[in-house]
């Protein structure tokens, strides 16, 4: 199933979030980390530190294995919606990029 996630980042962690996606840490993780980490490469965030990124996920529970390995540390909040494709309709900066220079 394919889920449209917007979430809040923890500004105090952003900077560890970064370290484990960029050092094969998240990557590593089965099933899900490779999906976590090209989720996050393709993530965009706004001003206001909202983040928002489309992911594969086949838990009875949206992401639930992501949230509670990962995701439920570096986000304060955390939000996915069932869609059916994804859309481009996330034309904000990258967040990739924005983590490199927090």
């Given at each position: 199933?394919?889920?449209?996630?917007?979430a809040t980042i923890n500004t105090a962690k952003i900077k560890e979030f970064y370290i484990k996606l960029t050092d094969g840490s998240?990557?590593?993780?089965?099933?899900?980390?490779?999906?976590?980490?090209?989720?996050?490469?393709?993530?965009?965030?706004?001003?206001?530190?909202?983040?928002?990124?489309?992911?594969?996920?086949?838990?009875?529970?949206?992401?639930?294995?992501?949230?509670?390995?990962?995701?439920?540390?570096?986000f304060d909040t955390f939000t996915p919606i069932l869609v059916e494709e994804v859309k481009e309709d996330i034309s904000r900066q990258s967040f990739w990029e924005h983590m490199k220079t927090a």
């Open positions: 199933m394919l889920y449209k996630i917007t998240i990557a590593s993780q089965d099933p899900d980390g490779k999906e976590m980490l090209a989720s996050m490469k393709r993530a965009k965030i706004t001003d206001t530190g909202l983040v928002t990124w489309y992911e594969r996920c086949f838990c009875a529970i949206p992401l639930q294995h992501e949230r509670i390995t990962v995701y439920d540390h570096y």
